[in-house]
């Protein structure tokens, strides 16, 4: 009875504050493959604000450090709705290294984005029309711009070799984050 009673409070709760209207959402593309929705939208009802003032240039580690303290008096008092403190604290981080990121190196975000929709095209269109799973097609799009990068690369073998000896194109990471971003959309 207890603990369905928290369940309620914590789901009104995060209702209640996911209609801040000032309130940074979790970009889906920077969260954990394994976060379920549910779980996002509880760390953004905690962090949104936080990320928000990421997104006006709140450093990395005072914003980490910040949700970090919110998340453990969060989970100190039970309101974390059954999910770990490394789980909320992981899908945090993630946004909140992106959204600063995205602030430092803006140039960077808006001049690649159609430079990526073009490399992952082929990649797109199959995902979009079942042909492939989200899994396969977040792997093909990952190979596609390793290609872009150096032309003979297959992954075929690459993966296949001792980790020490593959030869895998040094990519920027912030180029899969974009391909994700094109994927879920």
């Known amino acids: 009875m207890k603990k369905s009673i928290i369940s309620i409070i914590s789901i009104v709760s995060v209702l209640l504050s996911s209609f801040s209207v000032s309130a940074a959402e979790v970009p889906r593309e920077s969260a954990p493959c394994n976060a379920s929705n549910e779980a996002i939208i509880l760390v953004e ?58 602030y430092l190196r803006s140039d960077f975000y808006a001049n690649n984005l159609e430079k990526v929709r ?13 042909k492939i799973t989200y899994a396969k097609a977040e792997f093909d799009a990952r190979n596609k711009i390793y290609q872009s ?37």
């Open 149 to 185: 990068i150096k032309t003979d690369f297959n992954p075929d073998v690459e993966y296949m070799k001792d980790p020490l000896l593959r030869d895998i194109p040094s990519v920027d990471n912030s180029l899969f984050i974009l391909a994700r971003k094109l994927l879920l959309s």
């Open 45 to 102: 009802s905690f962090i949104g604000d936080s990320l928000t003032e990421v997104q006006n240039g709140l450093g990395y580690a005072d914003a980490r450090a910040k949700s970090n303290r919110i998340f453990f008096n969060a989970w100190l008092k039970g309101q974390t709705n059954d999910y770990s403190y490394g789980e909320l604290v992981d899908i945090a981080n993630s946004a909140i290294w992106q959204y600063r990121d995205m």
């Open 118 to 130: 073009v490399i992952i095209a082929p990649v797109i269109e199959n995902y979009k029309f079942g």
